[in-house]
């Protein structure tokens, strides 16, 4: 029996030893390949400490009159994408939990057509729209709206496949309508994850529009790309503080309403 437990113990630690090296030589393999170097970041660190000290700050806060429009845009962009995803979300989940699907074949689908949505990044989604509908916050509220739709639904869906189906069957045991089981036994217990999913979306939203906002998009990540292009970095640092400031307020805000709610 000891013999058998030090054979175990022997195996386990080659195979951790086995792995060590290699995640090592995989490292060092990527680190060649990609030429990264810790003397390379060295040599830039004093370049970067230069710009930021001199280049980037202080924000230029004479500027912000031209950022107020964009960052409300980022804003309205943001919240209109989270509530349309969330709706039609909805709507998908319900066909694509196994608990309120209709078919295995319609659950499949959705769940694999959301998975499409979902895998393509928020930017990639915002530079084939900009082709198709140029410039502006068409483009960043669409692209918002694609990859809420992939998000959500299977969250949602989750959701619904651990609703207590004791209940549903209670419900529908005193004879009552479909829409009166959604109503009564499945949407009581949907809706707490509907909110608290919902609401994480539009902190992620926050973040996602500066991103597809510098190819497009519109809000303060076009202001963030036009600063860089035309080097006024003062109003660039000024545009970052304003997108740092709406993520805190909107995750400050999301919270309380959470607490209130759920």
Partial sequence: MEDRLKELQQRKKLQAWTIAACILALTVWSAVETNFSIGALSEGGSEIVRFILF???PPDFTTIGNLIGPALDTIYISFVAMVVGAFLSMLLAFLAAGT???HR???VAVRAFCSVMRNIPTLIWAILL?????LGTTVGCMALIITSIGTLTRAYAEVLEEIDMKQVEAIRATGASTMQVLGQAVMPQFMP???GWSLYKLELNIR??????MVGGGGLGFAIQKGI???QYKEVSLAILMVIVIIFVTEWTTSKI?????
């Fill in 55 to 57: 280049d980037f700050l």
């Fill in 100 to 102: 309120t699907s209709p």
């Fill in 105 to 107: 074949l319609v659950q």
């Fill in 130 to 134: 900009v082709f198709a509908y140029g």
């Fill in 193 to 195: 994850g509907f909110i």
């Fill in 208 to 213: 996602a529009s500066t991103i597809i906002g």
């Fill in 229 to 231: 292009k035309l080097f």
């Fill in 258 to 262: 959470r607490e209130r709610i759920l």
